[in-house]
């Protein structure tokens, strides 16, 4: 799906939110500060995230980006992926997210961490900062598969009209 190594990945994570469970602001990577915060680990920091809505809250429970103002609504079945560092290894800024209260409903969730370990030619550093992948999976080589749409139809609802 991601084209990235598995094998440094650590063990799913599953979350369950029950009516106003939210999760707080955050970025998934470590900051530079934080720089130990992996190391027992061994396999660098957290290069990508992939979050698997596992349920469906009829009100709420949006995942949201605090600094590009983009709510994602859960669907079930849906993952939702993104990479938290830049290709040259930063954190991007751009990554912080927050689960928004559920207001009516049950909200289930896992993710997968993916590390950068095993990546270093999968995800190369890019020759310009701009350089970024353009859908899940890119490769550089070529365009986004058909057959494997990576938006999901859900995406463009308007959240308002769910609260
Ligand atoms: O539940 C969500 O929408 C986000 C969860 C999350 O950010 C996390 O577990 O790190
Ligand atoms: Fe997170």
Not at 87 to 92: A, E, H, L, P, R
Request: proline share 6%; aromatic share 10%; charged share 25%.
């Amino acid at each position: 799906m991601t084209n990235l190594e598995m094998e440094t990945a650590e063990e799913l994570q599953i979350a369950n939110y029950g009516i106003g469970g939210h999760y707080d602001p955050h970025f998934d990577h470590a900051k530079k500060e934080e720089s130990k915060s992996f190391e027992s680990l061994g396999t660098g920091n957290r290069i990508a995230t992939v979050l698997f809505y596992m349920s469906q809250p009829s009100h709420g429970g949006g995942t949201v980006f605090t600094e590009v103002k983009s709510t994602v609504l859960p669907t079930k079945n849906d993952a939702l992926f993104w990479y938290n560092l830049y290709k040259q290894g930063d954190g991007n800024p751009d990554t912080r997210h927050a689960a928004c209260p559920v207001l009516v409903g049950i909200k289930w969730v896992s993710n997968k961490w993916i590390h950068e370990k095993g990546n270093e030619f999968r995800r190369p550093c890019g020759l310009k900062s701009s350089d970024y992948e353009r859908f899940v999976g890119d490769l550089g080589t070529g365009p986004e598969p058909r057959n494997a749409p990576n938006l999901s139809p859900d995406l463009g609802k308007n959240v308002w009209e769910t609260i």
